[in-house]
């Protein structure tokens, strides 16, 4: 199912070269302000035209259908239409199977009726909703703060070159989004099944190309030992002087510092030429994609992060009583 | 809330301390042969005894207390029973606030009124829920199957000696388990929000101590580029040649082999003078912890890992039409 | 929350005043032929302009934003907008705490944020939503047949004259429609919580004016005897002689037809004078509605109960395993 | 699926003449005062033994297997188990499709591998489960108080008499059951979708033999005029005059008193000769039951309705924020 959430319940729907793509935030509480300039921020920031993203640009000018009067959140459901004005399907028409895309298990799940149009639902495009969703979501959760930043791009911190050779090869890169959450009430998430982690990463596994999540220390405290590991509580509210735990024990927010890091794998679309299966001749063959392409989706990956851990953390804190 | 899943629903509930453990399977088809002997295997594997798991021995006997008629499910839900038999309450009544623990979250989260005696339903012990129903959802899936090993103890593949010195230094040693599922049909999984690495990572974050998770190439794809990355496709039934995607493409299952990694820290509990914050006197003071621990959890996590794995598989099977 | 079901999944939103209204109906299995023309019929039925229906008349043309592609529905979810076009709101802008009306609990409910304009979120309007989700329900439920008619107006049968009476009295009229399913598998249903029963009276008392229903013999079974009650079974396929239990036994469809009855309270909005609270003066005040009413909902209602009756029985079809 | 509510989760399982019923409550606050004798009421209410309910005497004492400690809720999740203690299974062995009964359909969904005995999972003693939840609901929603009476027996406000004929005749009666409501916040309930009249109605109709529920006036609505039907605002705090709303406008409470009433049917179990269908000869034939039955069921609903309705009104109550 497309939604996400128990209290605060994110929908998304829409496919990347039909009408539009859209999203409906249900839960929200009444007097929240939206008006149509709050999301400019979120959404230049995802918006592609930096180098190394695609040059594809839409208005991306989200419609207000329903939940908001005189610039406040009623409590009904909000629904955000963004239409689709710039789109160019022929140039997906005779593709098949593109390596590292989705047109394969699209076909077999749907039975070929899905739209594959720019990957149809599938498509990136589809986290313009969740970006939206999660200016919304900020709000609620109010003055606890989410920033996420690339810590790393192609294995190094010196993203210009690194993305400049991708270009250049027709080629495409990944790389680590690191996301840091402050002002964190104690108390959040559940010790099974609804962990913070547990509801963080079903969000953020829902963002095209993340392949890995590790909360505070990560994948290093399998190499640390529990004397190296265990955070000393200093004082009476919980702090602690180291944050291996990324302020998170048993599930539960600490009060301390949420730090995660995710790995996004490089872009599926290059134009180099490359090999795929060909379903009407039944062969390997060579083929080059044509379209618009970034060439590395991790520079535009923070701002989404920050929504579905915005939209996560909403929820969290909306199931307290 | 302490259950997992939508049309296959696992709930957990319990206290290392109390009466007993328990789980409830609701959503079981009929008529999947259920015995006695069949949580044998499993339970023995995540039984401690071996070198680095905590003496504590348990009968971990299940009991069936509903859902079963002539050895066989009857749709009707599922209900087992495992007593406490062997708790030391006493060891831990003065403890506070144990380093790396759920003991300060769990008293701000419950006000106090959480069972603080071993962890309480914080505790591991919990996970033989998990690995109960873990045996049921393997029966579910089939001729899927699963297979969870541990491939590194504190950053080494000789784990024996890095046991040896952990528990000769009154510490604790993390991991790496890595999981490979077969046979899997193509489909399972949503494009948005309920993917299979969001399904699958959902639940992998109950298992107490994992900080970190990867599929396919993982936290290494966001060193390579996408010629390296993009697996190819080389026969009609979606067969790949590498298998950097995990398994899964757009959420998806895309038939080949899933795979996947989980980071597992050092266990907090070590026998180590350690400091922490005495909430009478307001102080940080040096402790050392009584009672009964693993100096490696890492190494009973492989049959906990499968049994959440065929939990988040059976209920996505299950969501199939 | 404004979203129905557990597999299929039908979210509706939008304000009488607002810009729009609509619906998203998510889970609808791939290859449904969904054309514009497949919703004419039942709009139609549901659309006012009969003796006793408002005189508002809307396009009521709703426009498919996604999950559509070539006519077929794709498997991503479906979002229908149906654009606000005739709104008169300044009809309602003086109202206070109308009678019978949801003024009063939506503004202590939503502290004075929610949209009041032809009841906001309250409005009869939704169930336009609800009406295009039920014709997908139907084609998803296929060979099931649902009809549901007006069985009394006024306590009478002569439904003509009760109308005409109330609209020469400025007055409005209730009325009993009834439901019949047919075609219908053994099986639906679950034995607790999720009977066939709960499932569509939770989908009904979502239609606003609806005050009762009743499956099989009703309220009449109270006074009948076991023996008179209990339904002969007298074909291997399940078929009874009689039909007392609505075509359901221990929550679950017997294959019989479903039969079941609503009550539907007289209209709240009447011209005749009436008494209210003003909220200013703090004293009870005589007045008189100005806008646009029916005089008897009931009347509109067949549409809509057939409609949330093939939702409810769409989602337990499809969790069916 | 088993389970009911969002906030507050509770899950039934057992079988009548299986091993035990129970019921885990997941989502109850922490600090909830929970003693064994706190049920004490409320099961004897429950518990047969009255003229007119079968002499099956269960020793009914729920076993608290988790989520108390000290006598109070710990936010853990509450599981009860209470044994079976007193079981007859012979006296149902060779009965096939008893009329009323769910027999049939169990056969056809389970494929066989149901627990008939005595009913198995579809029994009304399942409905145990369901009253201890009530009593823990019930604390949670705290000074909201719930009454249920019965109105009428067999049509008759003469209970004595109309039980002693039916019992007379080895049949068995049918009755109507009054819910009443008090200190109900406003603003419980949403417009679409959970209304309250749609939670309520749920929870109700998983009360075995309830075959119709209406709220405030329900079906007398029907025949009234909406100048008798809308109900009066004469105090700032919404109190009404009259109350044909039964305390709910529009899906949500608007502090009056909630009111409804439910049809309960005559109990299929009689010792009457009756014909049934007899699945191996496929021939109607003449057979007479054995076994203990209430001649009266309703007799026994009044405590199971207040039960399921302090359960979905402490879901409702612990979604606002």
Same mark, same amino acid.
């Given at each position: 199912m497309n939604s996400f959430g128990t209290n605060l319940r994110v929908s998304i729907w829409g496919e990347s070269h039909g009408k539009a793509v859209g999203v409906t935030i249900d839960g929200c509480p009444p007097g929240i302000a939206i008006t149509d300039d709050c999301f400019n921020n979120d959404i230049s920031r995802r918006k592609?035209?930096?180098?190394?993203?695609? #040059?594809? =640009?839409?208005?991306?000018k989200p419609v207000i &259908? *329903?939940?908001?009067?005189n610039s406040y959140s009623t409590g009904a459901p909000i629904t955000f239409m963004i239409e689709n004005?710039?789109?160019?399907s022929e140039d997906y028409k005779? $593709?098949?199977?593109? #390596?590292?895309?989705s047109d394969f298990v699209a076909e077999k799940k749907y039975r070929g009726y899905?739209? !594959?149009?720019?990957?149809?639902?599938? *498509?990136?495009? &589809?986290t313009l909703g969740l970006v939206i969703a999660g200016v919304i979501a900020k709000k609620i959760i109010n003055d606890i703060t989410i920033e996420a930043e690339i810590k790393e791009i192609g294995g190094t911190t010196d993203f210009d070159s690194a993305i400049s050779k991708a270009i250049e090869n027709n080629n495409s890169i990944g790389g680590i989004v690191e996301c840091r959450v402050q002002n964190i009430p104690i108390? &959040?998430?559940? !010790?099974?099944?609804?962990?913070v982690e547990s509801v963080i990463s079903h969000a953020v596994? @829902? =963002? !095209?190309? =993340?392949?890995g999540i590790e909360f505070g *220390?990560?994948? *290093?405290s399998a190499t640390m030992t529990g004397l190296q590991h265990n955070d000393l =509580?200093?004082?009476?509210?919980?702090?602690?002087?180291?944050?291996n735990a990324g302020g998170i024990n048993g599930g539960i927010t600490n009060g301390n510092e949420i730090v995660f890091r995710v790995a996004v794998k490089p872009t599926?679309? $290059? @134009?180099s030429e490359q090999k795929t299966f060909n379903k009407e001749s039944n062969k390997i063959e060579s083929f080059r994609l044509i379209g618009r392409h970034d060439a590395c989706i991790a520079l535009r990956v923070p701002v989404v992060l920050e929504a579905v851990t915005a939209i996560a953390l909403a929820d969290l804190k909306l199931c307290l009583h």
């Open positions: 592609s035209g930096a180098k190394g993203t695609t #040059p594809r =640009i839409e208005a991306d &259908l *329903s939940g908001v009067y004005t710039n789109t160019r005779d $593709i098949t199977y593109r #390596p590292g895309h899905n739209d !594959p149009r720019g990957g149809g639902h599938f *498509s990136g495009r &589809l108390g &959040l998430g559940e !010790p099974f099944f609804n962990s596994f @829902s =963002i !095209p190309a =993340i392949k *220390s990560g994948f *290093s =509580i200093i004082k009476k509210d919980g702090k602690t002087d180291t944050n599926s679309s $290059i @134009s």
